[in-house]
């Protein structure tokens, strides 16, 4: 016996008349607004999951994280990353490899 796929699952949203407008342009606004979805889910801060606002349970390890760690830009690249100070000497030393 065969198995089925499952069948996809139709969203809607609402748009601002110009969000509307933009997407119209589009050949495949299906495609287009999947492939941005995957994009933008991909890229989610995954402390706050995408909302910019730590819990106080979160900000709380935050803290602990924090004793430890500290944030620095990447001389190379400029990303903001964490370090660790236990081996923060150690990772200078390193060659950094980015994407």
Sequence with gaps: MARSRPSAEVITFKAEP???QALRAIPNRSSFI???LLHALDHVCPLCGGSGVFTPAQRAHWR?????????ECR???AVH???RAS?????RRR????
């Design 88 to 92: 923060a000497g150690g990772a200078r």
């Design 76 to 78: 190379d690249c400029h």
């Design 18 to 20: 110009k969000l509307a």
């Design 64 to 72: 602990e994280l924090e004793a430890s760690h500290s944030l620095e």
């Design 34 to 36: 999947r492939g941005a």
């Design 96 to 99: 950094k490899v980015h994407p």
């Design 82 to 84: 964490l370090v660790c």
